[in-house]
Structure formats: structure tokens, C-alpha cells
């Protein structure tokens, strides 16, 4: 049985119109690749993405560090500029908010009327309106000056807040800010943590969720200097002793 002449006419139409169909279909499929124009990371295993996200940190002079931590002490917010010669910022305990400055092996205290007054110290409490405001340096053999110290140290705090814990899985693609990232997760669900990767320029961390609901913290501004000097003699007092317990 011979085609009629409208039946050749209707399949010739429908090969010509199915190809720029499957033209079309092609090219979205092309257009959604999650890494297109970006730096590439997206495309290696999680393993590989962590170790380029911690070399880039590592090489990295600066970066801003803001968040909250969770620990057995309790709960402390930190916004924290921080660099190989020291840092400064703020960090806020459930009780109080104090300002850090670290130059070098100097690290200096500030805090209102208010977080001296509330000492165990009745010295302390007394002079809290000379200490107001005021920046207070915190003695080296003070056993707060370690623990206050590493607040501003990049290294120690990169290292002991970047860890994933468990085997790493890559994650979806995402957004911190305006900045396209990939997450990486450890263990099941990412209960042993995830890491937000830039996408764009540098794979630097961008967000990290730390293991157990330990805290959430932002890094931003990696690379970006900022001015970081001891302050002036008139805002300092020298507590001159060990400082008080607050």
C-alpha cells in the first residue's frame, strides 16, 4: 500500500520540526551544568574539595571570622578579623560582650563599666569606671591569656573549627551571600558537619556548620587587609596584675 501524498507530507514535517526539538533540548541540558563559569572545584570528589578549600585558607593572609560557637563553657558569638600577626574583634558570652586586640605577642581586653562590675573582684568592681571603655593588657602569665589568645589566632582557629568529622559526601550547590558555593557534608545527614565552598575565584570556605549544632560561622573577606596597630596610650591601663575573674 502506497503512502498518500498528505501522509508523506505530515511525517516529512514531523522530522523537520523534531529536530530543532531535540537541538533545543540538548542545549537547556548544556545550560544547566551547575559549574558552568566557575572555577571548577565543583567537579572534584568532596576529599578534594576539602583539601583545596583548607589549602587555599592556609595561604590566605586575612579573613574576617563571625559566627556562633556552642561548647561545654557555653555559647559565644565572635566577629573577628584575624591575620598572622594577630587580630581584633568582638566576642559575646552569654554574660557580657568584650573587645579583643592581639599585636604580636600584646593582647589587650575592652569592655564597658558593666562586664567589670560584674567581677568576682571587689577591685575590679571598684575601678570598673577607670577600666570602662578602656583597653586593659592582659598579662602573659595570666591564665586568661591563652585562652583569650585564641580567639585571635587564624591558624588555631581554622584548624580547630574546619574539621568535618566522618566520611565526606558531595552536596548541592548553594549560595552564601551572592557567592555560588558547593557543600561538602561529613557523615550521615552532615551530622559531622558541612563546608560551603566558593565556587568563584578562589575555593575558599564560606560558611561552615560545625558537628553536633556546635555553631555556625560566616568567613568572609579572605585576602583583605586591615589597619592593626596597639592602641594609644591614653586608651590603655595597665591592670598591673593578674586579671579578675568575670
Not at 50 to 58: G, M
Not at 210 to 232: H, I, S, Y
Request: glycine share 14%; net charge neutral; with cysteine.
Amino acid at each position: 500500500m502506497t503512502s498518500s501524498p498528505l501522509s508523506v507530507r505530515v511525517r516529512v514535517h514531523a522530522r523537520r520540526a523534531a529536530l530543532p526539538l531535540a537541538l533545543c533540548a540538548a542545549l537547556t541540558a548544556c545550560g544547566t551544568d551547575p559549574d558552568e563559569g566557575t572555577n571548577g572545584v565543583g567537579k572534584l570528589s568532596a576529599t578534594e574539595i576539602e583539601s583545596r578549600a583548607r589549602t587555599a585558607a592556609d595561604g590566605a593572609d586575612a579573613v574576617r571570622l563571625s559566627g556562633t560557637l556552642v561548647s561545654k563553657g557555653g555559647s559565644y558569638k565572635i566577629d573577628m578579623k584575624l591575620k598572622g600577626t594577630g587580630g581584633t574583634g568582638t566576642v559575646t558570652s552569654q554574660k557580657s560582650t568584650f573587645g579583643l586586640l592581639r599585636v604580636g605577642e600584646d593582647l589587650f581586653l575592652k569592655a564597658d563599666a558593666g562586664f567589670w562590675s560584674h567581677s568576682e573582684s571587689g577591685g575590679a568592681a571598684s575601678a570598673a569606671g577607670k577600666l570602662d571603655d578602656k583597653y586593659v593588657k592582659v598579662p602573659s602569665g595570666d591564665p586568661a591569656y591563652q585562652q583569650l589568645r585564641g580567639f585571635t589566632e587564624k591558624s588555631v582557629l581554622l584548624k580547630g573549627m574546619l574539621g568535618l568529622e566522618g566520611a565526606l559526601s558531595k552536596g548541592d550547590r548553594s549560595e552564601v551571600g551572592d557567592v555560588r558555593t558547593v557543600r561538602i557534608a561529613a557523615g550521615p545527614d552532615g551530622e559531622g558537619g558541612t563546608l560551603d565552598v566558593s565556587l568563584q575565584g578562589t575555593p575558599y570556605p564560606l560558611r561552615f556548620e560545625r558537628a553536633g549544632g556546635a555553631g555556625v560561622l560566616e568567613l568572609a573577606d579572605w585576602n583583605k587587609d586591615f589597619p592593626l596597630a596597639a592602641p594609644a596610650k591614653g586608651d590603655t591601663v595597665d591592670y598591673g596584675k593578674q586579671l579578675p575573674k568575670t
